[in-house]
């Protein structure tokens, strides 16, 4: 069992940055591999990036490379979300996902969820 909770969310005008943060517990963490999916309003939630339970592999989408970074401290039981050169269509809720493969870019992959945290980018 792994409960994930966001932060780092807010208002950033375009050209910004923000850093999410999805801290987690329980004991299957460090053995997880991470994603962070986005869901604008109307739309379907979409994979921005997934990082393997070692931190040693990444998956990112073609909509935020070069952009995006993901990385995770097992030891902090957190995985980050750097967004650069933020654009208003990265405009979302966004949501951190535990599951068994970075490889897996299907919501119904992951087993775990949190609530998400809105990022809004203005023009």
């Known amino acids: 069992q792994v409960q994930l909770v966001e932060s780092g969310g807010g208002l950033v005008q375009a050209g910004g940055s923000l850093r999410l943060s999805c801290a987690a517990s329980?004991?299957?963490?460090?053995?997880?591999?991470m994603a962070w999916f986005r869901q604008a309003p109307g739309k379907e939630r979409v994979i921005v990036g997934a990082?393997?339970?070692?931190?040693?592999?990444?998956y990112y989408a073609d909509f935020v490379k070069g952009r995006f970074e993901i990385s995770r401290d097992n030891a902090k039981n957190t995985v980050y979300l750097q967004m650069n050169s933020l654009k208003p269509e990265d405009t979302a809720v966004y949501y951190c996902?535990?599951?068994?493969?970075?490889?897996?870019?299907?919501?119904?992959?992951?087993?775990?969820w949190g609530q998400g945290t809105q990022v809004t980018v203005s023009s």
């Open positions: 996902a535990a599951g068994p493969s970075y490889r897996y870019y299907q919501t119904n992959k992951y087993d775990y």
């Open positions: 329980g004991r299957s963490f460090s053995g997880s591999a």
């Open positions: 990082i393997s339970w070692s931190g040693g592999s990444t």
